[in-house]
């Protein structure tokens, strides 16, 4: 079993700033990606910024130059600092992490519960 758990989310004014973070843990030999996704109200979900285990990080269109993704390889732990925070980031936000399990049981893709964003003043 691997659990992923983010925190940090919450309600903040626009042009604000909020980090999430988010730790794997359970049976875990090594993970290749992390990532954060988001959902809005009515919309699908949608990347927001991943990561690998080499460091590589994308962005989507939206959040690229405000939003910086980071990680922690020895926590397992993968970050998202938010800047110049707008209404429209309002949503969801959901960590997913991709790796292998220990003992040689396969791979996994697992996500987070959610951690609110709210945007507004």
């Known amino acids: 079993q691997v659990q992923v758990v983010e925190s940090g989310g919450g309600l903040v004014q626009p042009g604000g700033s909020l980090k999430l973070s988010c730790a794997a843990s359970g049976s875990i030999f090594s993970i290749r990606a992390m990532g954060w996704y988001r959902q809005a109200p009515g919309k699908q979900r949608e990347l927001a910024a991943t990561?690998?285990?080499?460091?590589?990080?994308r962005y989507s269109y939206s959040v690229k130059g405000r939003f910086t993704i980071s990680r922690d390889n020895a926590k397992n732990t993968v970050y998202l600092q938010m800047n110049s925070l707008k209404p429209e980031d309002t949503a969801v936000y959901y960590c997913n992490v991709k790796g292998y399990y220990s003992n040689y049981q396969g791979e996994f893709d697992n996500w987070g519960q959610g951690t609110q964003v709210t945007v507004s003043s």
């Open positions: 990561i690998t285990n080499g460091g590589s990080t």
